[in-house]
């Protein structure tokens, strides 16, 4: 007795100190939300997760105490009896006892049954409560206004009533099973082993009540069975995603038949109550199952081989016209604008409307560049640049495409004697400023320039920063504690460091004991209750990683894999974050998933300050019957577009992730004709590019282009296609960004019977240009590592410019230089030290480009620079040509003797040069 009364108070004490953990954790997320100014947001989640876990928990807990005290009444009603072979019973003089009778109907029972229910209700409301969004969608459903081709409903009905619809049958139909065997179990623990020799066609209150819930099921089946009709619109196994002619023939049918006999079997079962006899519900059920195997296997199968694949376009057309339209539609494929467009060859490169596209060539790709930023800008072994981040701003009057790159402290990289608990909750506690390059230009080095650069910030254009304190990002795992007795570490200054304190109000204050103790609890970090540096003024900042704040405020969305940077006309420092809303319910559509989600829309755009950490959500797109419910569930959270700040709109960006899959839907969906689409007739693809020394898928990218017919140059988000057959390309698909034009599709098609040099072309024609693949084999050759950079097709009027860049590194380095440029133009092939020479190789004559600057006379590697771009003068006497060659070896050996592979190779490249120009001239003379 004493140690059952033991084990009952340890279990009591562990349920009590779940229940204070439990709540210590809701008031500390409470305290965080409302730090950001979005408790409403934490309470409507709260409310209804705790009201709809209290309804189900009730009525689940109701009926199965209901059932279960049903059963202790009528338990000894069911007691088997043997017959003799004259139908005599068998009297026992000690009737045998079941060995669990006393336990379910004894003075315990009562507790048994109560203690069953109460976990049954716990373990359906803690699986079903989760669902609460399901429930709040529905009570704030909006139409779409398209029906479906089929059952002519409105999308919002699959969107909102349908998943509402399975939530309650999946919940419903729990309940009752789990009651079942609940029931079912109690009733044969309570009879002997004779019970296998009873008579089984004999009614009794056991099996009568037994029958009741059987009933039930089969009346909640029957409805299932409409709800599955409703699936067919989303079945993956036909010839396209949907309903197809076996489905909508055959299974269809199968649905309605089994739907009627579901609610026959059920009116039988009920009906054995009144006649007491279960022969007719033995053979009832025994048709559900002959039907259900013959109409939901046996048919669809054989008219799927016997009338359709025969004749499968005829049958099949009307389905692959709904895929069709469907799928561009839940894509927003159908409103791209389709333009077909010659392409000829007259570009003139010195129009002055091509300007702004030639200066915002991106030379500079982000993963060399990301090495760049780190051996040039890391500054100290803490700070890390976790991404490098594309986008456009107004610099010095000019429109200008810039790589940026925040500038993060990373505790993990502090020395190890340095990770005490003080330096990293209360020091090291943000990271400092950002790294602003543009895209095209170069120094005389090989490395990037810089608009801002260095600590403190140092700024070469009108773009700069007032706030480089980055206490908010991507880096920023852990939480910290500011305002406290110990001053933060701001930067580095030579032998000394800059302090500073944090000015904010956005964290959770410790405000008193009893919130500090509770928050020691809910962070796990019992030195915050022992530091004497922490004072009820300080500040806990938590969720500082931007997407995880984010998501602990909106669960339900999807997020883009990369936040970016954006700085203010103020030079504040945001991050901006897409968000995605999804579901798998669009008819017809095909999925872009392993989860069968087949609708995509970015509909929300949000903005976190890196300083302060706070967080707007702002609607994209307002015609999204999605994010139309959120904002009716959360009104206070959700903000039209509208109302974001001007500065911020400027930097709005199509996102990667979401284009990517459009683009990725539309290599088959571009294909609308039924005809071509089910022979699959023009398929395309995403082209190969070779990055590095490896062969990869194209990613899209960001470009400043003019597009035909505008006025103005764009930032363009873009992606060439290929047919799946053949190299070459086919179309170019481009989404805009700026002002009013933002989320505009449009797909450029080429004519088919041209053929226009697709990205594997180029890189094929790059590997077997003789003298390009030597110099780059002579580079592998003499210890330096070639990375071949990212492949841009840019669209300039009615012609196309290809341009690869050329990254040189030192194999004891790691500090990647630009140091060719690689640019195609129809036939023409080149490879030159900068785009400007390039270009004019090219086209003959200089586009307006601005140079790298460099000293007078000085080459971009440091060597003497001729009369002209390439070190040639038609007047150049074989004594002027030798005193450049001898020139070029010098340098060639001052650079090997600096272990400049680099510079040692472009110096014998040129050295080569002369010595070619020596040859004809003297076999001329």
Do not use: C
């Not at 619109?233 to 089994?258: C, E, H, Q, W």
């Not at 991404?387 to 701003?393: E, L, S």
């Amino acid at each position: 007795m004493s140690n059952y009364s033991s084990t009952i108070k340890l279990f009591i004490l562990l349920l009590l100190l779940g229940a204070i953990s439990l709540v210590t954790n809701l008031y500390i997320d409470w305290l965080w939300f409302k730090s950001v100014s979005f408790q409403e947001v934490f309470s409507t989640i709260i409310i209804n997760k705790v009201g709809l876990y209290g309804v189900l928990f009730l009525i689940t807990m109701g009926l199965f105490y209901v059932n279960l005290w049903l059963t202790k009444k009528n338990v000894t009603d069911d007691e088997p009896r043997l017959k003799m072979d004259e139908e005599r019973d068998i009297i026992y003089l000690e009737q045998p006892e079941a060995p669990w009778k006393e336990l379910f109907t004894g003075k315990t029972a009562n507790y048994i049954f109560l203690a069953i229910s109460i976990f049954a209700a716990f373990m359906v409301s803690s699986v079903a409560a989760d669902n609460w969004l399901v429930v709040q969608q529905f009570i704030n459903r909006v139409a779409v206004g398209t029906v479906d081709p089929i059952f002519n409903k409105d999308l919002g009905f699959y969107f909102f009533d349908l998943t509402f619809y399975q939530f309650i049958y999946s919940t419903l139909m729990m309940v009752l099973v789990l009651l079942l065997i609940a029931v079912a179990l109690i009733y044969l623990s309570n009879t002997t082993t004779q019970i296998i020799y009873g008579d089984w066609k004999k009614f009794s209150f056991a099996k009568g009540h037994l029958a009741v819930l059987i009933a039930a099921i089969f009346a909640l089946k029957a409805w299932g069975y409409s709800l599955n009709a409703y699936e067919l619109l989303f079945a993956p196994s036909g010839i396209v995603f949907g309903a197809t002619y076996t489905d909508i023939t055959a299974r269809l049918l199968n649905y309605k038949v089994m739907l009627v006999l579901s609610i026959i079997v059920a009116i039988i079962l009920i009906a054995t109550l009144a006649v007491k006899k279960l022969n007719l519900v033995y053979v009832s059920i025994g048709a559900w199952l002959a039907v259900s195997i013959i109409l939901g296997g046996v048919y669809p199968s054989l008219l799927q081989s016997l009338v359709v694949q025969p004749n499968e376009f005829n049958k099949e057309r009307p389905y692959l016209e709904n895929a069709i339209e469907f799928t561009r539609q839940a894509y927003g494929l159908d409103k791209a604008e389709n333009i077909a467009r010659n392409v000829d060859y007259n570009l003139n490169i010195n129009d002055s409307k091509h300007d702004s596209t030639i200066k915002n060539i991106r030379l500079w790709d982000w993963q060399p560049s990301k090495t760049t930023f780190k051996n040039l800008q890391q500054l100290r072994s803490y700070y890390v640049f976790n991404d490098v981040d594309i986008d456009r701003y107004t610099i010095d009057g000019e429109y200008r495409q810039v790589m940026l790159s925040a500038r993060e402290i990373d505790q993990s990289e502090l020395p190890e004697q340095a990770k005490t608990w003080i330096n990293q909750k209360l020091m090291y506690t943000h990271g400092y400023g950002v790294v602003v390059s543009p895209v095209t230009e170069i120094t005389t080095e090989g490395f990037p320039e810089f608009y801002i650069k260095d600590v403190p910030p140092k700024f070469s254009t009108d773009l700069t920063i007032s706030r480089p304190e980055i206490y908010f990002g991507e880096k920023t795992n852990e939480y910290v504690i500011v305002n406290t007795k110990q001053k933060e570490f701001d930067y580095p200054m030579g032998e000394q460091n800059v302090f500073s304190t944090y000015e904010g109000e956005d964290g959770v204050k410790i405000n008193s004991l009893p919130r500090k103790l509770m928050l020691s609890w809910v962070l796990k970090d019992y030195k915050m209750l022992l530091s004497s540096d922490i004072t009820n003024d300080s500040q806990i900042l938590m969720y500082r990683n931007v997407v995880e704040r984010i998501r602990k405020i909106a669960p339900y969305l999807a997020f883009d894999s990369d936040p970016y940077l954006v700085i203010n006309n103020e030079g504040r420092i945001f991050w901006m974050l897409d968000a995605y809303t999804y579901t798998n319910k669009y008819p017809y559509s095909q999925p872009f998933d392993s989860a069968q989600n087949n609708y995509l829309r970015n509909a929300v755009k949000i903005t976190t300050d890196a300083y302060s950490g706070e967080v707007n959500f702002y609607v994209a797109d307002g015609s999204d019957p999605i994010v139309k419910t959120y904002s009716k569930i959360f009104p206070e959270l959700y903000k039209p577009l509208d109302q974001m700040p001007a500065d911020l709109q400027k930097h709005i960006r199509y996102p990667v992730d979401m284009f990517m899959i459009q683009a990725e839907m539309y290599t088959t969906f571009h294909m609308s004709d039924p005809w071509v689409f089910y022979n699959k007739e023009d398929p395309w693809i995403i082209p190969n590019e070779i990055v590095d020394d490896k062969q990869q898928k194209m990613d899209p990218y960001y470009i400043n282009m003019r597009l035909p017919g505008e006025e103005n140059t764009e930032f363009v988000l873009m992606m060439p296609f290929s047919p799946k057959s053949r190299p070459n390309m086919i179309a170019w698909m481009g989404a805009r960004m700026d002002g009013d034009n933002y989320g505009n599709m449009m797909v450029y098609n080429f004519p088919k019977q041209e053929t226009i040099y697709g990205p594997e072309q180029v890189e094929a024609r790059i590997n077997q240009n003789t003298s390009i693949a030597q110099q780059l084999t002579l580079w592998d050759q003499r210890g330096v590592r070639v990375y071949r950079g990212n492949l841009l097709v840019i669209p300039v009027d009615n012609s196309i410019l290809y341009i690869e860049p050329i990254y040189l590194q030192a194999d004891n380095s790691k500090l990647p230089e630009l140091k060719r440029i690689i640019a195609g133009f129809g036939e023409k092939l080149v490879m030159e030290p900068t785009l400007d020479q390039a270009l004019i190789k090219l086209f003959g004559e200089a586009p307006g480009i601005t140079e790298p600057e460099t000293p007078d006379g000085e080459t971009p590697t440091g060597g003497t620079r001729p009369d002209d771009v390439t070190g040639e003068s038609p007047s150049q006497t074989v004594q002027e040509l030798s005193s450049l060659a001898r020139d070029y070896y010098d340098q060639a050996t001052e650079q090997l003797k600096a272990g400049n592979w680099a510079g040692y190779g472009e110096n014998i490249e040129k050295l080569n040069d002369v010595i070619n120009r020596l040859e004809a001239l003297t076999a001329a003379e």
